[in-house]
């Protein structure tokens, strides 16, 4: 039972947002939700909030293991929940749902509620300690889950966040149930504590559930990569190709086509943090994340709120990144327009192709094996980066000043002494052309 009751439209400086539901996104109201909810005693129940009458329910919710005997002419029980500070209130009932309560980080109680078949109950089991996992990655990678129950239920069609809750339809691989499990608790920080409006800025909740969600898969996978998000910069490369972006200020109703709204949202929202760590570095984007939600907790966050935060941390100017990532189709799009050889030096011929600006971070390799970076600051920025490469020695060169779309620099060594110079070599720079970014000798 989701969007089950006539929900109060929220006022806010922008004034009244009486968006009609159309299954899609949307904003709600922070409140103490009360819920009674009375059914034939048969069904196990789940969802948000805290049962206050554990003893007289029975199914698995009782304290310190006390039995409970129904009388027997009953036929119906009524379910007391109380959900503080949530701006929704869901719930799922089976009569065949099995029910574990384990417990987690900062003593809160997972519970897993699922249909009773071998081989879910098999992944189901396997998926109880990795959730546990999961929640310490998010509170120490955003901030501490602040509530006391969770319950992972199965039902639905797929995956779907509330409040305390999640609903994810649970019946495939465990790979699957992870991935959707950890995706759909991330929501927990982003939309129902940092409660941004999903309607305008579908981005903002689907996009950094999804960074946080794939940074920890990776966490825990056997097999960890370096770059957790390169599957989101193709998917993104492949919309801009498709002709069929809409900008991400789009009403998350108003787009023409799902595949552009999910990539606009999903995808193009995480590449919003994960080129952010590109473009302020790896450590800066960790503590502002951690301030955003402290910041922010309980509250309807904007976009410029989260800028603000890495401003705030980092003290760069960010307000063009927020501008041209977020309202508007301007793409990136840097090159190596040349190498010369220039005496016993070479000078290098870079090329701004795109509209969007960025600092520029390049590697060069040469043929004895031995390695330089060389990093371009921004100027608009007003920001020098720590070297993402401290074992390489870094030159910082002049600024790059927007509004000249060429920029050289000298290397100080012979062009032959030159095998490969790559522009970002982290792949976290969402350059639409990556066949000009790399000059091999």
Do not use: C
Request: proline share 5%; hydrophobic share 35%.
């Amino acid at each position: 039972m989701t969007q089950w009751y006539p929900k109060m439209a929220e006022f806010d400086f922008e004034g009244w947002h009486a968006d009609p539901y159309i299954a899609r996104e949307f904003h709600g109201v922070w409140g103490d939700f009360d819920v009674n909810i009375t059914i034939d005693k048969e069904y196990t129940l789940g969802g948000s909030g805290y049962l206050q009458n554990p003893n007289e329910i029975g199914h698995g919710y009782e304290d310190d293991g006390v039995k409970v005997n129904y009388p027997k002419k009953m036929k119906m029980l009524t379910w007391h929940f109380i959900a503080p500070m949530v701006h929704d209130f869901a719930w799922a009932a089976d009569k065949n749902y099995m029910h574990d309560i384990v417990k987690g980080p900062n003593d809160v109680d997972l519970h897993f509620l699922y249909k009773n078949y071998p081989k879910t109950i098999e992944n189901w089991k396997k998926l109880e300690p990795m959730m546990v996992n999961v929640m310490d990655f998010f509170n120490k990678n955003i901030g501490n889950y602040p509530y006391k129950q969770y319950s992972f239920i199965q039902g639905g069609d797929g995956g779907m966040e509330y409040a305390m809750s999640t609903l994810i339809l649970g019946n495939g691989t465990l790979e699957g149930i992870f991935g959707t499990a950890t995706h759909e608790l991330g929501h927990s920080w982003f939309q129902h504590v940092l409660a941004s409006n999903e309607s305008k800025h579908p981005w903002m909740d689907e996009g950094f559930t999804s960074y946080i969600s794939d940074l920890a898969e990776n966490e825990f996978s056997d097999k960890k990569v370096t770059n957790p998000f390169e599957g989101n910069y193709k998917a993104y490369y492949n919309l801009v190709n498709s002709g069929k972006e809409q900008p991400q200020t789009t009403h998350g109703d108003r787009y023409e086509e799902n595949r552009p709204y999910s990539i606009s949202s999903y995808v193009k929202g995480s590449i919003f943090l994960s080129q952010l760590r590109y473009v302020i570095g790896e450590e800066k984007l960790a503590e502002t994340i951690k301030r955003y939600y402290n910041d922010f907790k309980f509250k309807h966050p904007t976009p410029n709120d989260i800028k603000r935060s890495a401003e705030r941390v980092s003290g760069a100017n960010l307000d063009w990144y927020l501008v041209d990532w977020t309202q508007t189709l301007n793409t990136i799009d840097y090159g190596i327009k040349a190498v010369t050889e220039n005496g016993d030096q070479t000078t290098v011929s870079l090329e701004r192709i795109g509209r969007m600006p960025m600092p520029i971070d390049l590697l060069v390799e040469y043929t004895d094996g031995t390695m330089e970076s060389f990093y371009l600051p921004l100027r608009m920025m007003s920001y020098e980066k720590e070297n993402p490469y401290p074992a390489i020695k870094r030159t910082v060169l002049s600024d790059w000043a927007w509004a000249a779309s060429n920029y050289d620099f000298t290397i100080a060594k012979a062009k032959r002494t030159i095998k490969k110079i790559s522009i970002d070599p982290s792949g976290l720079m969402a350059d639409v052309n990556q066949a000009n970014n790399v000059y091999r000798n």
